[in-house]
Nanobody, 125 residues
Framework: QAQLMESGGGSVQPGSSLRLSCVAS????????MGWFRQAPGKEREFVAG???????TYYGDFVSRFTISRDTALKTTYLQKNNLKPEDTAIYYC???????????????????WGQGTQVTVSS
């Protein structure tokens, strides 16, 4: 059974940056695509970004302008660099593993197999 654990969340001021990390353990996930999602208070979970094992990446909507996803396969770690954070970025951020990489955020939402517990990010002044 695979396990994913996120870290790096916290409380920051608008305009700040954070880097989230997601470490995979257990089942072999090196060939899985890894994605980041978030769920804001009172809203549905949404896809943020995903990356394939070979480095291909995809972003949902306008996240690409401020967020960057990356992977270190040797460390089994996926990162989400977030810059110029805004209050509306306040959410629980989750990482997930998906067997197939795709540019369809809908596919990511429906087919991600393994999920972490999430890390809270709060942006306020």
């Amino acid at each position: 059974q695979a396990q994913l654990m996120e870290s790096g969340g916290g409380s920051v001021q608008p305009g700040s940056s954070l880097r989230l990390s997601c470490v995979a353990s257990g089942r072999f996930l090196d060939n899985y695509a890894m994605g980041w999602f978030r769920q804001a208070p009172g809203k549905e979970r949404e896809f943020v970004a995903g990356m394939d094992w070979n480095g291909d990446s995809t972003y949902y909507g306008d996240f690409v302008s401020r967020f960057t996803i990356s992977r270190d396969t040797a460390l089994k770690t996926t990162y989400l660099q977030k810059n110029n954070l805004k209050p509306e970025d306040t959410a629980i951020y989750y990482c997930a593993a998906c067997k197939q990489f795709t540019h369809s955020h809908y596919y990511w939402m429906q087919n991600s197999e393994y999920w972490g517990q999430g890390t809270q990010v709060t942006v306020s002044s």
